[in-house]
Structure formats: structure tokens, C-alpha cells
């Protein structure tokens, strides 16, 4: 049954119906198959709400309530067993009730900004798209209008964070060939048919991201400041102390960037579909003219500070690299050392090399002193090529922020 009442923008500040328009196609009841009858019936009582002729606070207050305990339920749900087997109709649940629960501290007028931007955020981190991106709109429009509340005083008086060059001094033996103005068809010729690695300059620099609007932690930071990320804690992922916490870009920013040597581990906003989450930042960037089939990339964000690494791994897609803030060494060995390398047993990282690079061990591991690599510091503007298979060992030598393009 489709409902045929009005949804009430009136409930909202204008700013924010304009947003919500999309909520006018709310069907209800709710009737998931997967889903047990008590939650259909929890969300269904969510949805009427905004339907509703009169609507008192208790009636929002009690919405809150109830997605509260529609996303204490589905969290349980979706973190019992693994997540890729996790019911779609879970994942589209939870992020209906952040929508109901978000909604409703929306049209609670004293409802704290910073709760309702992290209500988004985990809407669509953990859920399902919904109504044209509807969590995403919401959250992109309250953040900017706490980025606007902020006095300019308080943003000019913060730490500025500098980048400069550090890799002045350090010797490559194998450098990874460099072009300039390469064509399309010269790039699929000599080096994406050869499955050879390549950097390419001037392909990236017109991006706003290094002219009109020029990034820089503390750039990321204004635009991205209230938005929850998920953060790796540790300094690999295949250390045993590795874990991921949630976290605003604020929080990681002053604690893993700015105050990086009072804590113990290192932060870092990992291979993170960002621009899904934040497609506003995605108007500094565009798709680098050499992807081949430009219907299916995956784009991910690498964020962090000097130290980040990422161990010594291949990826089954083509990749282009793009480093847009500071520096990364980054070491490339093709597919045929693979017999060198050491790949892990373990199905879950069988893409990665159980040679530590940092500290090889030979005893262990003694054909690797036989690989053959190259080698690079990747600096802003440059667009580094990583064929299908190709292993790489990545190193920030500085604050760092590099976006990947998978096809
Ligand atoms: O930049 C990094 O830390 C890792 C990048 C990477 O592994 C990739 O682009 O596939």
C-alpha cells in the first residue's frame, strides 16, 4: 500500500525540506521479506510519523526511540558472522532507521548539528543507498552550516598544517618510468597492454585540487571537519594490534596528524569510498583520462600522516594512483617475482606478501633477496599506474592524501 498522505516539510527549517523532497516517496508499510515482523512494524511506525497530521515532540521523541532500537537490533544482525553475508535487506534497514531517526532530531529544533551529521554518517557507512542519496544531501547541507557558524576566528587561529618535501636525499636504484603528455593510445600501447608500470606527469595538475581550490589537510579538514570516517589504528593491517575505529575527520585530523607523536599507534583513513560518502569533495577531482572504461572505477582515498604503510600487496584491477597531498615511496614488483614474495596462506590475505619490507627476514624468507623491483616517491600532480598484479609496498614520507581509480 502506498501511502496518499502529504509528507510534512512543514515540520523542517526551508533549507532543509528543499533536501528532503525525496522523502515524499516513502511507501509504507514496510514489509522486508528478511526482516522479522517486529522491526516492519517498529519501521512503520517511524514512517507514519511523517505523515502524520499532528505531530507533538513526544511523537518525535518516541520515533527516536523506536529507530534507536531498529539500529541496536540490525547492528547486532550485522555484525554477527561476516559482513559480505550480512542480509542486503539489513544493511537497507539500518539505513532507514538513521533516515527516521535523523529526520526526527531534523524537525526537533534544539537537536545538536554534530548528532544529526553523525546519524548520516552511519546511515551510509554501514547501509544501503537510499532515496538518491538522500543521508548523504542531509549531511553535506548541515555540515556546511556548521562550517558557516564557525567564526572565521576560530578556524584562523588553528594549527596550520604544513607539507614540505622530504624526500630530498633518498637514493632510488630502480626508478619507475616517468612520461609527459603521453596519449591514450600511447598509455594502452607501451604500458597498460605490457602490464608495465608508469608515472605519468601533467595529466592531474588541472584538477581544482591543485589550482583554483588547492588541497591540504587543513582544506580537507574545513570541508570534512563533523563528517564519521572509518579509521585503521596501527601501523599495517596485517600487524595483530591492527583495528579500525569510527571516528569525525576533526577528531583524526587533531589526534593522528596535528598531535601525531603523543600517541602511540598510527591513524589512517584507508582505500575509503569518500566522494560516496562526501561527493561534494569530488568537484576538486575528475576521473584521470586514462581509465579505459570509465562506467566502472572505484575510487578510494588514502588519508594520513608521514609513516602510514601499506604492506607489500597486488589488486586484480588496473589502478591509477593519484597523490595529491605530500609524498609516498612506493616499491613495484610485477607479476613474475611473485615466486619470490611469499604470498600468505591465508585466503583472507593471500594478495599480500609475508615479507616485512621494512625488516626483511631472510632466514625465513631467502628467496626474496633474488626479487628484482622498482621504485618511486610519488609527489602531488603525479598519477602513478599499477597494472593488474603488479605487488606494491606503499610508505608515506609525509602528511599524505592519494586517491586510487580501480577499473
Ligand atoms: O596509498 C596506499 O597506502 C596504498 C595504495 C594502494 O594500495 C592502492 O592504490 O592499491
Redesign the pocket.
Known sequence: MTTNKNFRFDLFESSIAVVLHDCSYINLPFELSGINKDVNELLTSCGNIFFQENISKTDLLQCITHSKIVLDITWEKMNTGHWKDVDADWRYVYTLASLFKVLCLLAVKESNKIDIIKACDMGLLMGAPLMKNILSKIASKISLMLVNEKSQDVVSKAKKVKVSSVSEGLLLKYEVKEEKNLSQEEFLENYLRKSCPVILNDSIKNWPAFSSRPWSVDYVLEKARYRTVPIEIGSKYTDDNWTQKLMTVEEFVEKYIKHKSQQKEIGYL?QHSLFDQIPELFEDIELPFYITNKNDVDI?V?FGPGG?I?PL?F?PKF?L?AQVIGE?YIRLYSEDQTKYLYPRHNTWLSNTSQVDLDNPDLDSFPLFSQATYQECVLKPGQLLY?PPKCW?Y?R?LSNSL?I?FWW
Request: no cysteine; aromatic share 6%.
Open positions: 584507508a578510494s588514502y602510514t601499506s600487496h589488486d589502478n594512483l609516498k599499477i606494491h606503499v608515506s592519494s586510487s
